[in-house]
DNA sequence: GATGATTTGTACGTATGTATA
DNA sequence: ATATACATACGTACAAATCAT
């Protein structure tokens, strides 16, 4: 992964509107907050802006910009005068965000079963048809992108785009903590039974059954990183590093 | 309001500690939030860089990182090579947002009702209380602000920061449509009723109903403001002003 | 549609605050 | 505790893009 993100002389620009003209900034923030939710920068991790700005050959402008968004966006910790750092909650917000994000997925279940349209229906069938088969084929990977289309589907039959940004926002800022639940492969058999509720409940327009069913699936999601967390002391250790 | 924000010369350091160091960005950012919750910025505004650096004596660098904090926020709408302009949500994103905030104010009711402590219910009554003759005093600024405490006691009680959080962020982007609900006097003696059946349920430990109850709140200020709004034809108008 | 004026985006230097010896 | 080193905060100059004419 070379890193040079100033692309000197733009070349062939056959069609229009292929670059939506991104500023540095914005490229910057995109490129680090993947980067996080990766787990590529690890928690905690000191994010220079002079390092940074070497590091992607721009000035520490733009930077000091896209460090600035991420702050806002919860993914990293900036004080003033203090240098930034990628955000590592600590047990008491992280079971927060996983208990919200919980209850927001429960509530985009809910609405889905009231409103998705016969399309969105049946597109999250294939979907989950997909996760089916990827389930006993066992690529992490490509389960993990595949299931991430499974809640999209579902944030998009809420017809509610604020709260879906929110959810996914959520999902985001948990996501590095959700990164090892598919090497665990009995774990991808579990979540395609759990997701067969959900579905089930969404296609009988059963609003509580869906919130209920997911619900329940995020939890399980929840108490699989607490288990694996205990057992490999990572939250633990990871605590001390700083703090102690 | 005299708008500088430089204090030249720190003057009075009696006890140490009393500044956390803001940096002007953060002191921008807050200032301009609040003036575009309080109306002060009417929505669809053009904040020029420049003109907004000139206003409060500082350079352009600080301003644009406050415009950016701010766009994270949803509070101002701002694409690359574009002026910043305060977010003016269309009707269907303004009906998202509320629907939004009805069922998170709705999830953080339902979790007080189990977590509250006994110093934390019993704050919630004298705030109810404060409310109730407000409501006969008739002070809209002032009870607008009870109001917020009221709301806020509640976050608390849910012993959940994060789910908090995002529901004052979501009320912050609401609150310009909310602002001329005190205006009418008969809301308010409805607002306590509402808030009466939420109380009720929460010191009962009753999280459905409390639940269901701030529910039923939260989508009847959501119909007031349609009401308003439509009476007014504010939103028509709004609505034309750019698009048409 | 081209050109000038205006506004945003980026680079860089200096000031200021923080951490370390 | 003072001084030094270092990172961040801010201001300014210039480049690039957008808007108005």
Redesign the interface.
């Given at each position: 992964m070379t890193s040079h993100l100033r692309n000197s002389g733009s070349h062939i620009a056959l069609s229009p509107r292929v670059e939506?003209?991104?500023?540095l900034?914005?490229e910057l923030r995109i490129r680090l907050a993947d980067d996080i939710v990766r787990g590529f920068l690890p928690l905690g991790a000191t994010l220079d802006e002079s390092q940074t700005a070497r590091r992607f050959q721009v000035s520490r402008?733009p930077v000091?910009?896209a460090f600035?968004?991420l702050?806002?966006?919860g993914l990293v910790d900036a004080k003033?005068?203090r240098s930034t750092l990628v955000a590592r909650p600590d047990s008491?917000?992280l079971n927060?965000?996983f208990?919200?994000m919980a209850?927001l997925e429960a509530?985009c279940a809910g609405l889905a079963a009231q409103r998705m349209t016969v399309a969105e229906r049946q597109s999250l069938q294939e979907i989950h048809e997909q996760l089916r088969v990827l389930s006993f084929a066992g690529n992490p990977e490509q389960f993990h992108e595949i299931n991430e289309q499974f809640h999209n589907a579902i944030y998009i039959g809420t017809h509610?785009?604020?709260?879906g940004e929110?959810t996914i926002a959520?999902r985001k800022r948990v996501q590095p903590f959700r990164r090892a639940q598919f090497r665990n492969l009995g774990r991808l058999h579990k979540s395609q039974a759990e997701h067969h509720h959900v579905v089930e409940a969404i296609l009988r327009e059963d609003r509580a059954a869906a919130s209920a069913a997911m619900h329940a699936h995020i939890d399980l999601v929840h108490n699989e990183y607490e288990s694996y967390a205990g057992s490999t002391l990572e939250g633990e250790m990871a605590g001390r590093l700083r703090t102690g």
């Amino acid at each position: 992964m070379t890193s040079h993100l100033r692309n000197s002389g733009s070349h062939i620009a056959l069609s229009p509107r292929v670059e939506p003209k991104l500023t540095l900034a914005d490229e910057l923030r995109i490129r680090l907050a993947d980067d996080i939710v990766r787990g590529f920068l690890p928690l905690g991790a000191t994010l220079d802006e002079s390092q940074t700005a070497r590091r992607f050959q721009v000035s520490r402008t733009p930077v000091r910009e896209a460090f600035r968004e991420l702050a806002a966006s919860g993914l990293v910790d900036a004080k003033p005068h203090r240098s930034t750092l990628v955000a590592r909650p600590d047990s008491e917000r992280l079971n927060a965000m996983f208990e919200t994000m919980a209850e927001l997925e429960a509530v985009c279940a809910g609405l889905a079963a009231q409103r998705m349209t016969v399309a969105e229906r049946q597109s999250l069938q294939e979907i989950h048809e997909q996760l089916r088969v990827l389930s006993f084929a066992g690529n992490p990977e490509q389960f993990h992108e595949i299931n991430e289309q499974f809640h999209n589907a579902i944030y998009i039959g809420t017809h509610n785009n604020y709260l879906g940004e929110l959810t996914i926002a959520t999902r985001k800022r948990v996501q590095p903590f959700r990164r090892a639940q598919f090497r665990n492969l009995g774990r991808l058999h579990k979540s395609q039974a759990e997701h067969h509720h959900v579905v089930e409940a969404i296609l009988r327009e059963d609003r509580a059954a869906a919130s209920a069913a997911m619900h329940a699936h995020i939890d399980l999601v929840h108490n699989e990183y607490e288990s694996y967390a205990g057992s490999t002391l990572e939250g633990e250790m990871a605590g001390r590093l700083r703090t102690g």
